[in-house]
């Protein structure tokens, strides 16, 4: 255990009831899309007001991930900045790079929160050796399916576990159902935009997006071409697959649907058929991203502020504000107690879908874009590179060969001038 001296000790103690004793306002920056999940956020935001009647706590939304990050940096560079920011995990990394972002193990330490995060959820906050945010919408992909469909095709309701099994039933869950001799029900769709869960299939094929070293982009790796080829020819050559994404899954057009844990509320909600989930099937391993949106506290505001921001911090990062969170959004928590409270039982009591995401935490690993400050340009060069390889018909390995000598380019250029030589490291 870390010895606090007691000269810190009276120091924290008495700073922390001065704030507490200061009338603030601290402004909050979100991500939350609209739904359940944004009310039960609200509802915290108001709760915690009535506990601390001397912060006024003002949210904003400035829309999804990518906005709110390009509005904080305009923001922080003209000094407008709000104390509290939400951004993706995978974009953090650039935000830290500025020094935007206030820093918080030692805090976590202190009020006894960070023995209480599993360290899978740690490890996707962690940059250069330090926490800087709390991963308060996480999520991992799970696979989703049309149990109506399965049903109709008579299929035993039992899910695929390896890649043989979905394209077995990727092909009996593809048909023609309008009789003019081409498939319109289909048996998984995929993306339109190749997004984050390109991830997937490539480390699930013993692949990787970054080697081990953290200096070379390696996602055209021989793994890697297998696992784009595959699910390439599901959709050209086998016909089995439809690139609708998650709105062909919706309108049952596709009846497997690979997608994160944070649709399964919606799907429930808008499908007309009985949404059944599962752990993802697998390859020659089993993995799963984790990703979603994180809290951090920036570097910005007085004093009293930074203390206040981060009182709200705890607060919608309880166990009850988390797991309620939770339970409406379809996110995972990331703490044992949340996961373990009485709110999580009575909830995945009453619908054990919300348990699925849970089943597959020990095989989920943060992002490699968690650790790359310029990730949007090398996810990019990959969703370009799954749009021709879809719509084209082009030959993966030319493409991603291509892409990775690109993103590779990019990495060069960030490690000599940071004076790196790797971007796991300061």
Known sequence: MRRIHLPVLIFVLAFSAYAAAANVTISVWHAIPEGPGIDVFHQAVEEFQRLHPNITVETVNHGGYNETLNMFVTAYAGGAAPNVAMFAKVGVVSVVETGALLPLRERLERDGILDDIYPQFQQAVT????????????STAIEYHNLDRYRERGLAEEFPKTWAELEEYATRLTYDRNGDGEPDAFGIAFAPAWNFLYDQWIYQ????????????????????????????????????ATTGGNNAFTSGTAAIRRASTAQLGQFIEVSDFEVGVAPMSCD????????????????????????????????IYGPEPLARYSLASGYMVSRKSALESEIMRVGLAQDPRFLVSYLQAEVGEPRAGTHVPFWEQVQSLIANAGRQMFNQNADVKSLFDNAVNVANGYLREYLERTGRDTVFKR
């Open 284 to 315: 020659v391993r089993c993995w799963a991203s984790i990703s979603g949106g994180v809290f951090t506290l920036v570097n910005t505001g007085t004093p009293e502020q930074q203390e206040a921001a981060w009182e709200f911090l705890k607060y």
């Open 205 to 240: 094929a013993g692949g990787s997006i970054l080697n081990e070293a953290g200096n070379q982009f390696v996602f055209n790796s021989p793994e890697a071409i297998r696992a784009m080829e595959f699910v390439q020819a599901l959709a050209n050559e086998k016909r089995v």
């Open 127 to 138: 940059i250069f050796g330090e926490i800087y945010g709390l991963p308060y919408s996480s």
